[in-house]
């Protein structure tokens, strides 16, 4: 619950009630905010578009591993 959120907000920046936001299908997500979700769960964006069941992560270059 609320301390998954405060983790997403520390890792993808984006706060608790547009979290929750997203989560609910309230607010769809922005190019950005779903890259940084993808990031920080490392997985891709495909995956959490549900254009794959495969939750492993591209190959990610080095200048995409550094923003973490």
Not at 3 to 19: P, W
Not at 53 to 58: I, K, T, V
């Amino acid at each position: 619950g609320d301390v998954y959120k405060r983790q997403m907000q520390m890792l993808t920046g984006i706060d608790q009630s547009d979290y929750s936001k997203l989560e609910t299908g309230k607010r769809n997500y922005s190019f950005d905010q779903c890259r940084r979700i993808a990031l920080a769960l490392e997985t891709s964006m495909d995956y959490l578009a549900g254009l794959t069941d495969d939750p492993a992560p591209y190959p990610r270059r080095e200048s995409d591993a550094a923003r973490k």
